[in-house]
T-cell receptor, first 114, second 111 residues
């Protein structure tokens, strides 16, 4: 059973378009995250949600809007895509309890903006 | 900015122990040392974490110096599938913690 899943795996689109990436976790975790890995392979956090509430927003442009319909899902919507948005986006989740330290990552969504 | 320093790359022979060093001289008393790895084109994978004491699990061992300013991840019997980028991360943990990834160490296990 897949713990953290993302769709789509690959996304190729034109500049200016709007696109969404979906993430689902079946681990019963309270916290979910979005990370971005650019072409230089640096992995940086973008957002985190705890029980559907935004906790971390790392100065990401307003074109990026995360949405958490429930605890198990955290989707990422991107408006007016730019060339610089090309990257691999990883979703992750973790349990919100003392002593819990592991984040579980999804397989990633490779976004290419042409 | 990452709070850790790691060598950019290391090689290891298959079947041998791989010892990956990490310096974290500015670590605070409540901060943990985490190790994750990323195999090519996959999402990062948690390996192990520790606070003060040495830790061991089915994947690896973590040795933390007494002053906590450095640590070593040990893969006791490296296999080709252990070829990956290994990240050493320092964080306080807790419910709202975020992983700040540095450049990591590319470990190449050779046959």
């Amino acid at each position: 059973d897949t713990a953290v899943s993302q769709t789509p795996k690959y996304l190729v689109t034109q500049m200016g378009n709007d696109k969404s990436i979906k993430c689902e976790q079946n681990l019963g975790h309270d916290t979910m995250y979005w990370y971005k890995q650019d072409s230089k392979k640096f992995l940086k956090i973008m957002f985190s949600y705890n029980n559907k509430e935004l906790i971390i927003n790392e100065t990401v442009p307003n074109r990026f809007s995360p949405k958490s319909p429930d605890k198990a899902h955290l989707n990422l919507h991107i408006n007016s895509l730019e060339l610089g948005d090309s990257a691999v986006y990883f979703c992750a989740s973790s349990q919100d309890r003392p002593g819990s330290h592991e984040q579980f990552f999804g397989p990633g969504t490779r976004l290419t903006v042409l | 900015d990452a709070k850790t320093t790691q060598p950019p790359s290391m090689d290891c022979a298959e079947g041998r122990a791989a010892n990956l060093p990490c310096n974290h001289s500015t670590i605070s008393g409540n901060e943990y040392v985490y190790w994750y790895r990323q195999i090519h084109s996959q999402g990062p994978q948690y390996i192990i974490h520790g606070l003060k004491n040495n830790e061991t699990n089915e994947m690896a061992s973590l040795i933390i110096t007494e002053d906590r300013k450095s640590s070593t991840l040990i893969l006791p019997h490296a296999t080709l599938r252990d070829t990956a980028v290994y990240y050493c991360i320092v964080d306080s943990g807790g419910s709202n913690y975020k992983l700040t990834f540095g450049k990591g160490t590319l470990l190449t296990v050779n046959p």
